[in-house]
């Protein structure tokens, strides 16, 4: 049974940083895209940030370029977020997902994280 199982959310100030992670199992994810997604509360779950199966490749959503980074170590079936200027338009639920291709909506993804809770203050 494939699980992701998400950690490293919190509370922050604005202008800090967090990172998230992602632990995969159930089977050999070092051939799938992983990405993250977010739903703040009232909203719809977008993009976050993907990452190809070689770690060689990743997209952003413009909202989070430049201050997000998503890494993954294969070797653990670890996907991470790292997170910098946090704002408080970030706070939201995060959700790490696995698929394939670099797709930026949810239908791309087969499997789905249950979410960490990240909240930035003011």
């Known amino acids: 049974q494939v699980q992701l199982v998400e950690s490293g959310g919190g509370l922050v100030q604005a202008g800090g940083s967090l990172r998230l992670s992602c632990a995969a199992s159930?089977?050999?994810?070092?051939?799938?895209?992983m990405a993250w997604f977010r739903q703040a509360t009232g909203k719809d779950r977008e993009f976050v940030a993907a990452?190809?199966?070689?770690?060689?490749?990743?997209v952003y959503a413009d909202s989070v370029k430049g201050r997000f980074t998503i890494s993954r170590n294969n070797a653990k079936d670890t996907v991470y977020l790292q997170m910098n200027s946090l704002k408080p338009e970030d706070t939201a639920v995060y959700y790490c997902?696995?698929?394939?291709?670099?797709?930026?909506?949810?239908?791309?993804?087969?499997?789905w994280g249950q979410g960490t809770q990240v909240t930035v203050s003011s």
């Open positions: 997902a696995v698929g394939l291709g670099m797709g930026r909506t949810q239908i791309d993804y087969v499997y």
């Open positions: 159930g089977r050999t994810f070092s051939r799938d895209t």
């Open positions: 990452i190809t199966w070689s770690g060689m490749n990743s």
